[in-house]
Structure formats: structure tokens, C-alpha cells
């Protein structure tokens, strides 16, 4: 295996955990919010499982882009999950707040 692929997978790992972490706690406050009844942070919950979907498909064309266009996959892709954790951390917030 040479550098590039281990790099390249060892970013894949990170991204992938990045995912299932934001999956997890996207499950554990969709079951909060129905249990109390918070409309809009279920609303936004199921936006934002949405917005996960597509960054699922995000990551698989980033793991089949070539050199040329690897790094802004990357870039892109590592944006997308920055801001779906910033906006489950507000949900997490509003929902301990209710």
C-alpha cells in the first residue's frame, strides 16, 4: 500500500466516524424530541438526517475521485460534516434547554 492510499484511507476512517457519531446522536435526539413532543427540533432532526444522506453520498465520490480532484472532494466533504456537527449541537442544546 503506498503513502497516498494510507493517507487517503486513514482520512476515510476519520470521515466515517465523523459520520456514525453524528448519526448516533441524530438518532438519540430524534427519540428525545418525539418523546417530548418538540416539533421543531424534530423537524430540523429530520432535515438534518437528510443532509447526512447526502453526505454519505458525498464521501463515496470522494473515496472514487482521482488525484485531480481528491483534495477539494476532501475539502468539501469535511465542510459538509462540520456543519451538520454545529447544527446538532445546537438541537442538543435546545433540547436540554426545553
Known amino acids: 500500500?503506498?503513502?497516498?492510499?494510507?493517507?487517503?484511507?486513514?482520512i476515510h476512517d476519520r470521515i466515517d466516524a465523523q459520520i456514525r457519531i453524528a448519526q448516533a446522536k441524530?438518532?438519540?435526539?430524534?427519540?428525545?424530541?418525539?418523546?417530548?413532543?418538540a416539533k421543531a427540533e424534530l423537524a430540523a432532526i429530520v432535515e438534518l438526517l437528510t443532509?447526512?444522506?447526502?453526505i454519505a453520498q458525498k464521501i463515496s465520490?470522494?473515496?472514487?475521485?482521482g488525484e485531480a480532484t481528491y483534495d477539494q472532494a476532501k475539502r468539501d466533504v469535511e465542510a459538509r460534516i462540520?456543519?451538520?456537527?454545529?447544527s446538532v449541537q445546537a438541537i442538543e442544546a435546545r433540547l436540554k434547554a426545553a
Open 1 to 10: 500500500m503506498s503513502v497516498t492510499s494510507v493517507a487517503r484511507k486513514a
Open 26 to 37: 441524530l438518532e438519540s435526539l430524534k427519540a428525545r424530541a418525539e418523546s417530548t413532543k
Open 51 to 54: 443532509r447526512k444522506q447526502a
Open 61 to 65: 465520490e470522494l473515496k472514487t475521485s
Open 82 to 86: 462540520a456543519e451538520l456537527e454545529t
